[in-house]
Structure formats: structure tokens, C-alpha cells
């Protein structure tokens, strides 16, 4: 089994930033993917970013030049640094892990974080 223990979430002013962290635990062998997603009020969840166990990111184009996905396979914990933060911002953030065993895939979600953009 795998744990994920997410901080940084908050409320913040319009323009302003916060960063969130999502750190891995348990049975890790292999992290394929990481990433972030966020569900609002009455919406689905959608996709914020995610980043490959290569490092390479991808962006939902609503966050693309002001969200940065990052993270440190040492410590196995990404980060999701949210900068010119705005009110549609507003949000549970949720990380996800794929993990592979033995070819199969396996995700993970954890319990996921407010973000409230408001002045």
C-alpha cells in the first residue's frame, strides 16, 4: 500500500501563491508518474499537471505559465508551485501517484487540499 500525505493548502488573495507538497510512503518501487488534480464546487476533477519519472511536466492550459509542477525522487514527494493564483483557482487539489509492481500499474490519490482564491 501506498500513503500520500499532501500540505500547503490555504486561503490567499487574488495574484498571490502558495505551494503545495504531496509526499509517497509504503511499498514504492518504481513512481512512474506524479501529479496534481483538482476538483471545484458542482465540477469534475480535472488535471492540473503531472510530471513523468523522467521529470517532464505537462499543464491543463488553464495554469500554463503560472503553475510549476516539480519533484524530488530522492524524497519521492512532488510539489505544485501556484503563482498570479486566481478566484476559478479555487479548489481541492488532489495528488495521484502511479506506481508500477511488476508491470502493473497502480494509482493512488491522496486526501486531498483547499485552495480558496478570494480577496
Known amino acids: 500500500q501506498v500513503q500520500l500525505v499532501e500540505s500547503g493548502g490555504g486561503l490567499v488573495q487574488p495574484g498571490g501563491s502558495l505551494r503545495l507538497s504531496c509526499a509517497a510512503s509504503?511499498?514504492?518501487?518504481?513512481?512512474?508518474?506524479m501529479g496534481w488534480y483538482r476538483q471545484a464546487p458542482g465540477k469534475q476533477r480535472e488535471l492540473v499537471a503531472v510530471i513523468s519519472s523522467g521529470g517532464s511536466p505537462n499543464y491543463a492550459d488553464s495554469v500554463k505559465g503560472r503553475f510549476t509542477i516539480s519533484r524530488d525522487n530522492a524524497k519521492n514527494t512532488v510539489y505544485l508551485q501556484m503563482n498570479s493564483l486566481k478566484p476559478e483557482d479555487t479548489a481541492v487539489y488532489y495528488c495521484?501517484?502511479?506506481?508500477?509492481?511488476?508491470?502493473?500499474?497502480?494509482?493512488?490519490w491522496g486526501q486531498g487540499t483547499q485552495v480558496t482564491v478570494s480577496s
Open positions: 509504503g511499498r514504492i518501487f518504481s513512481i512512474k508518474a
Open positions: 495521484n501517484v502511479i506506481v508500477t509492481r511488476a508491470i502493473i500499474e497502480y494509482s493512488y
